[in-house]
Structure formats: structure tokens, C-alpha cells
């Protein structure tokens, strides 16, 4: 059996994933108007860290560590967010046994401008990011860095369950971030994929993604936690569609082949899921062909969520943040509306969550697709 | 049979192409990757116009493929059972380089969806598993070097798990100077055994 043990998350609304998991409980939303040329010309809504604060919380955490290097705004994200996670086990960092897996889509992108010169230019490359991050904990094991578009963070997760599986680790660190960038948000303003305003998963008026920045940790293990809740991972799988590598298949053919992997590995059948985790971006395809994954599943009992309109697309972190989230609300059996949502605007009758609900959930489906075409899903249930 | 082997593998690499170590195609003359994988396009003739709108590292794992899967008989497996596990150290960056260029001057800004799109590296997974139509596991991986270990664990694990039963895997790698592929295609079907030892032989047999 794989064990969840320990999460956090560095967002804009929060640096662990209580305090996120809060602010999104009272309604707040971390994504703001950003005008800020280093960015992009005009203004554009977005999820941005606080870098003061950011800087604060590292500068205590690297003098415990006597660490004195320079580090990058994404690598301190990505530092602190595993500190936090692994001050809540007792899983042994330094350990042949334990393994860390990084999840990013871009890296530290941003030093590709020349603004940041300060930094060796290696430092952009995405194993070197993986080096600093296994560098700082002292972890033995080569850092593994998965960088497979949006379904990163869940392939990462899903991964790490595998390798323990096959007896490799008997721990694994999956770790994940992405920041906002001027190459990011360029590429998906040519795109016209960005909302004007805060995205709106599932609306009928939705109109694009927002883009948000934030790192997230989740620990896997083969040991449960004691005398407490568990959670346990039960399957997962990837799928292509093989379709188009900008646009989801319209019969979302490969997030149906996932989940149905998914199930097969859990053995377990639609009916037991009672809660959904969506991609839901608030792109017009995605939540589309999400809606129809979902259908084609005969999950339309399932109630179902996207918090992207919290915390934006946060590309490499998302599907780490998102379990991360799914943790909490499977712990407190409260599900989070979902953020900018009034009316549905997908075609097959999905049961999405338009108000905090109270509710047990004992076993849940989370789902992520990206560009490439590729499709991720994971299980996840109390143990 | 229950054990993985590498069935075929392909280099690409200094012009030349080998299929099971041997040299079956090379222009000297092509300079640079984006003028190899043109005349390598030429030669092989797959008749694919989406060819054209892809980066270069895209052209480069798109024909590794051609030539790797070319006579695997596809059809004796589902579209899901066939899985897509690609490495390498430089991710996409010479065409994230290609991006940054047209959006460093808000003068002369003119970010293009053409070029963003292929700013991540499992976009050739994309590429490959539209062309022989994939549709199994997918994962990309950003190590320094060519890792046989992670690469060979990580096939037999989704294997040893019956979540795939055959595989495209290996390194796709384009930095600034210089280019490199090898493709194996790993099933139950028989080859060299799938293991570390090999792999490493295999990925150094042509220097």
C-alpha cells in the first residue's frame, strides 16, 4: 500500500496547505491584476508569490540549514515547501530509501532574459534546478525530474507510487513549481488563451485560463501514518490522444483510456468515486472534454471541482497543489466550491461544486491534461 | 514471454542514422540539425506535412521514430499498449532561446503560438504518438546525462505493472551545438535483454 503522509503548498494565498486550503474555504482569490512590464506590456490577471515574504521565510529556513548559497526565486519555493512537508513526518531526507521527484514545466525560465545574469547559465536548465534542490536536503539519490507539460504533477505523483511499488524507495519527495514569467505569459497571451479576468472553470462564460505561480510537496510512502486518517493511493496511468498537440481530443479519448487504467490498477469501479478533482483550466476544450471523460465514465454521480480559479494554472505545481488540496478536503470532508463558477457551460450534466459543500468523501478521481495531448488520472481513498 | 527486451534501436547522430548499430543513412554536408532532419525527411519520404511546422528537436524525434518503428508490426498491439519514455538534459532549449528572442524587446514583440507550443520537450511525445497513433503511457524526463537505470526501471516497472506492453523510449537531445537520438523499441517479442547493462551498451555503440 501506498501511504499520503505530508503536503504543502507556496501560494499566494498561503505557505502551507492549511493556511491555502483556509483562505480558500473564506472565499478569498489569489489572482490579481499584474502590471508589471518585466512581465508583459499590458496588465494581466495572475496568482503571484509574495517575494518578501518569500525571502523572509527562506532566509530563516537556510540559516537552520546553514545554507549560504543563492538561490532562485523558484528554487526557494521549491525549498520551503519540502522543508514544511518533511517537518511533518518522520521520513529521513538523507536516506538511500528516500527519493526526490521534480515536477516543473519551465524551470527557472526567467534567467533566460538576461535581467538576472547573476546566476550561472546552467541554472536554466531544468536537472541543474533538480541538483540545487537535491544539493540543499543532501538526499543520495539522483533528483528525478519529469517535465511532461500539465499532467506533471500528477505523472510525478503517480510515478513515485509506482517506484515504491517495485520496491526502489521506500519514501519519495514529490515536489513541484512553476513561476510566473514573461516567456510564460507571452507564449499564452499569442495563444489568446489567457482570461481577461479571473478564469472560470466549467461557466458558460468562461473564456481562458489564468496563469499563477506556486511550488507544492506531497510525500508518498509505504509506511502509514499512525493513529490517524490514511489516505492511500490506489492507481493511476498517462494516455495520449494522439490527436493534437495544442487541443484536447474532442472525445477525450485519452483522459478516458487514463481513468480507465487508472481503475484497472486500482480495481475498483466508477461507482465507489465520489468526488472529482478536474483539470478544469476554464478553457472552452478543456473543460469541455473533461465533462465528456467524465460522462463516458458514468461518473456524473460524482461531484466535481476545479480550483483554478483560486490559484490559476500553475502548470508544473498544479497537480501537486490540486492533490495537495484533495488531501484536505478528503481529511475535513468539506469540498471547495469551485472558484468563478456560476453556470454550466459544458455539454454533459457534471455535478460541479458551485458552493462549499459538507460531505464524507471516501474515494476520489483527480484528472489533468496538457499540451503534447496527454491525459493523467490518479485514484486516491481512505484507508 | 514475461521479460522486456529492446527488439530494434536507432542512433542519430553526427549526420548519420543507425538502425541496430549499423550506418543506414548520412549527409555530411547538411549543416546544422534543421538542415539533417530535412534531407534524413527526404530520404526516408514519409509524406507527412506536419513535419514542416515542427521544431527542430520535434524533427529530430520524429524521424528517429520513422526509422525505429518503420517494420514493427503495430497493429499486433492495442493504441494504449504502446508507451512513449523520452529523456534528455537540455529540454527544449533551443527553442525556448527561439521563443525569449521575439519577446525580450517590447519593440520588436511578436510571440508567436507556433514557437510557444513546442517550448515543452514532451510535445515530440505528442508528435510521435499522432504520427503512428499512440496512445499509451507518457513520460519525459530532464537528467545531465543519458540515465540507462532510470530509463530501464521505469519501462519494466509500467510493464511489470501491465499498465503497457511495448515501448519507444530512450534520449532526444538538442543543445546549442550539437544533436543526438537513440530510440529503442522494447516488447516481449525478443532482442538484447532489458536491463541497465545493456542499455548502456547500447546507448554507446555508436562513439
Redesign the interface.
Known amino acids: 500500500m501506498i501511504y499520503f503522509k505530508s503536503s504543502n503548498i507556496i501560494s499566494s494565498l498561503g505557505f502551507d496547505t492549511k493556511e491555502t486550503f483556509t483562505s480558500m474555504l473564506r472565499g478569498e482569490i489569489g489572482i490579481k491584476s499584474i502590471n508589471n512590464k518585466k512581465y508583459y506590456p499590458e496588465a494581466f490577471p495572475a496568482s503571484m508569490i509574495d517575494e518578501v515574504k518569500l525571502d523572509k521565510e527562506f532566509d530563516l529556513i537556510a540559516i537552520k540549514y546553514a545554507n549560504t548559497k543563492k538561490y532562485t526565486k523558484l528554487e526557494k519555493m521549491l525549498i520551503l515547501s519540502v522543508v514544511d512537508a518533511l517537518s511533518k513526518t518522520d521520513v529521513d531526507i538523507k536516506s538511500k530509501r528516500t527519493a526526490i521527484i521534480l515536477s516543473t514545466t519551465k524551470g527557472n525560465i526567467d534567467l533566460l532574459s538576461g535581467d538576472n545574469n547573476s546566476f550561472d547559465s546552467k541554472r536554466v536548465l531544468l536537472w541543474k534546478l533538480g541538483e540545487m534542490i537535491q544539493d540543499f536536503f543532501n538526499n543520495p539519490n539522483k533528483i528525478i525530474v519529469i517535465s511532461n507539460a500539465c499532467i506533471s504533477g500528477v505523472l510525478a505523483i503517480v510515478t513515485a507510487a509506482m517506484y515504491i511499488n517495485a520496491d526502489m524507495y521506500d519514501n519519495v519527495v514529490v515536489a513541484g513549481g512553476d513561476i510566473v514569467s514573461r516567456f510564460v505569459v507571452s507564449g499564452f497571451m499569442s495563444f489568446m488563451s489567457l482570461s481577461p479576468t479571473a478564469c472560470k472553470p466549467f461557466d458558460i462564460n468562461r473564456d481562458g485560463l489564468s496563469l499563477g505561480e506556486a511550488a507544492g510537496t506531497v510525500i508518498v510512502s509505504r509506511f502509514e501514518n499512525k493513529n490517524q486518517q490514511n489516505i492511500i493511493f490506489k492507481g493511476g496511468a498517462t494516455a495520449n490522444d494522439a490527436n493534437h498537440i495544442s487541443g484536447p481530443s474532442r472525445t477525450a479519448e485519452g483522459s478516458f483510456i487514463a481513468i480507465s487504467k487508472a481503475f484497472a490498477e486500482a480495481d475498483m469501479s466508477p461507482n465507489q468515486i465520489n468526488h472529482i478533482s478536474a483539470h478544469g483550466t476554464a478553457t472552452p476544450y478543456n473543460d469541455e472534454m473533461e465533462s465528456i471523460a467524465i460522462e463516458r465514465h458514468n461518473l456524473l454521480h460524482a461531484s466535481v471541482n476545479s480550483i483554478k480559479g483560486y490559484l490559476g494554472h500553475t502548470l508544473g505545481a498544479a497537480g501537486i497543489i490540486e492533490t495537495a488540496i484533495l488531501l484536505e478536503e478528503m481529511e475535513q470532508n468539506i469540498i471547495l466550491k469551485t472558484a468563478g463558477f456560476e453556470n454550466s457551460g459544458v455539454s454533459q450534466p457534471i455535478n460541479i461544486v458551485s458552493d462549499n459543500t459538507n460531505k464524507e468523501i471516501s474515494c476520489c478521481l483527480k484528472m489533468a491534461s496538457g499540451f503534447g495531448g496527454s491525459n493523467a488520472a490518479m485514484i486516491i481513498s481512505k484507508g | 514471454m514475461d521479460n522486456l527486451f529492446v527488439e530494434k534501436y536507432c542512433h542519430i547522430k553526427n549526420n548519420s542514422i543507425f538502425v541496430d548499430g549499423k550506418l543506414v543513412y548520412a549527409d555530411k554536408d547538411a549543416e546544422g540539425l534543421r538542415a539533417f532532419a530535412k534531407s534524413a525527411y527526404r530520404h526516408l519520404k514519409p509524406s507527412y506535412n506536419k513535419f514542416f511546422k515542427m521544431d527542430e528537436i520535434s524533427k529530430l524525434g520524429f524521424v528517429a521514430a520513422e526509422v525505429l518503428i518503420s517494420d514493427i508490426e503495430l497493429s499486433s498491439y492495442s493504441?494504449?499498449d504502446i508507451s512513449?519514455i523520452i529523456s534528455n538534459?537540455?529540454?527544449t532549449?533551443v527553442t525556448?532561446?527561439n521563443?525569449?528572442d521575439?519577446?525580450?524587446d517590447?519593440d520588436n514583440?511578436f510571440?508567436?503560438?507556433k514557437v510557444?507550443?513546442y517550448?515543452?520537450?514532451?510535445?515530440?511525445?505528442?508528435?510521435i504518438?499522432?504520427r503512428?497513433?499512440?496512445?499509451?503511457?507518457?513520460?519525459?524526463?530532464?537528467?545531465?546525462k543519458f540515465?540507462e537505470e532510470?530509463i530501464v526501471?521505469?519501462i519494466?516497472?509500467?510493464f511489470?505493472?501491465?499498465?503497457s506492453k511495448a515501448f519507444v523510449g530512450g534520449w532526444v537531445n538538442q543543445s546549442e551545438d550539437d544533436y543526438e537520438a537513440f530510440l529503442f523499441w522494447a516488447s516481449d517479442k525478443g532482442g538484447v535483454p532489458f536491463n541497465a547493462l545493456e542499455m548502456k551498451r547500447l546507448y554507446n555503440i555508436i562513439t
Not at chain 2, 517550448?119 to 508528435?127: F, K, R
Not at chain 2, 503512428?132 to 545531465?144: A, D, M, P, Q, R
Not at chain 2, 511489470?160 to 499498465?163: A, S
Open positions: 493504441e494504449e512513449i538534459s537540455d529540454s532549449l525556448d532561446k521563443h525569449q521575439t519577446i525580450d517590447f514583440f510571440p508567436s503560438p510557444f507550443v517550448t515543452l520537450p514532451n510535445i515530440m511525445i505528442g508528435e504518438s499522432i503512428h497513433k499512440l496512445k499509451g503511457e507518457n513520460t519525459f524526463f530532464i537528467v545531465e540515465n532510470l526501471n521505469h519494466n516497472s509500467l511489470l505493472t501491465h499498465k
